[in-house]
């Protein structure tokens, strides 16, 4: 078990002006609430973000749904703010940095992250949803990469995440013509695990939360990052990285309880859905 260093409530108080937060039990609701804006990422959002999962990491939390205010989960590098500052290439490769910092903590904060997506998810705002590790799309929900057509490049970790998703052909294909994906073609191409209803989005993505709450911190650690972790090594390397993450979370203590359960038949069998 990692050492807390902050409460749920040490994080619900966090004083974030683009982020509104809530618990509920052990699961963490951060709301983007630039709804004005689209939720647009300008470079206090992305911050705020890193701050937030950057406090999570070794906290009492054990999952976090991210949702959105207003129609739309977020609309991106925020352009207005790119246009008005009239960035050089240095400040821009640094403005990209701290978006790939952030985006590192929200994949590697140690905990289960579901996202209760809709309406746009474009550009940055995919970036951001790809660094999720469960995404929730309402039947309102799109999802695009518009850079091509605004004339510039992904620079918050698409190359990586969303092309590890969808495959380079597809990726290729979004940002050379502006393919935009309905929430069922997402789910087909591998872009998100669930679609649901629009009303439905937020309970849904907080029920995933919860549940994957249930097993235990060190093995949700384990499927967090681990998987990512082990999907860049040669096979050889994976293997061993395999089994020493496997030798030290199957003999944890709480897969003992969960081991002495099954074997006296007192746990839940998997079943056919
Ligand atoms: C913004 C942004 C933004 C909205 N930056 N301010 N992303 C894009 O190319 C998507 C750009 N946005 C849109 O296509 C549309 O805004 C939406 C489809 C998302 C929503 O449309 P709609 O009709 O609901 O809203 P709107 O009227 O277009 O915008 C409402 C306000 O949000 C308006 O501000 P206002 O002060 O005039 O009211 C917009 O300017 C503002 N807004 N989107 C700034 N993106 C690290 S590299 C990442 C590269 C990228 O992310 S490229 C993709 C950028």
């Known amino acids: 078990m990692p050492v807390s260093r902050h409460s749920i409530a040490d994080l619900v108080a966090m004083p974030f002006d683009y982020i509104t937060l809530r618990a509920e039990d052990r699961v963490l609701v951060a709301t983007l609430n630039r709804a004005a804006k689209r939720n647009a990422l300008d470079r206090q959002f992305v911050e705020e973000l890193y701050d937030l999962f950057h406090a999570i990491e070794g906290s009492e939390v054990r999952a976090v749904v991210v949702a959105a205010e207003g129609d739309h989960f977020c609309a991106g590098l925020d352009l ?5 500052e009239d960035r050089s290439a ?30 746009a998810v474009v550009g940055g705002g995919l970036e951001l949803a790809t660094a ?28 990586v995440r969303v092309a590890r998703l969808v495959g380079e052909g597809r990726m290729i294909d979004m940002m050379l013509t502006g393919r935009v994906y309905s929430g069922e ?16 989005c937020e309970a849904r993505a907080i029920k995933i939360a919860h549940r994957a709450a249930e097993n235990p911190p060190l093995s949700n650690f384990a499927i967090t990052s681990g998987i990512a ?34 074997t006296n038949k007192t746990a839940p069998k998997t079943v056919k859905p």
């Open 132 to 159: 999720f590790h469960i995404r929730v799309a309402d039947t309102s929900a799109y999802f695009a990469l518009p850079e091509g057509q605004r004339g510039i490049f992904t620079g918050g970790g698409a190359t």
């Open 90 to 119: 240095t400040d821009f490769m640094y403005i990209c940095r701290r978006w790939h910092s952030a985006f590192d903590r929200i994949q590697h904060c140690g905990v289960p992250v579901i996202g209760a997506l809709k309406g």
């Open 185 to 200: 073609e997402a789910v087909a191409v591998g872009l998100c695990q669930y679609l649901v209803d629009a009303d439905e």
């Open 229 to 262: 972790h082990i999907g860049n090594m040669p096979s050889a390397d994976a293997f061993f990285a395999e089994a020493f993450i496997a030798g030290i979370t199957n003999t944890q203590e709480d897969s003992k309880e969960r081991l002495a359960a099954f």
């Open 80 to 84: 207005v703010e790119h246009h008005r």
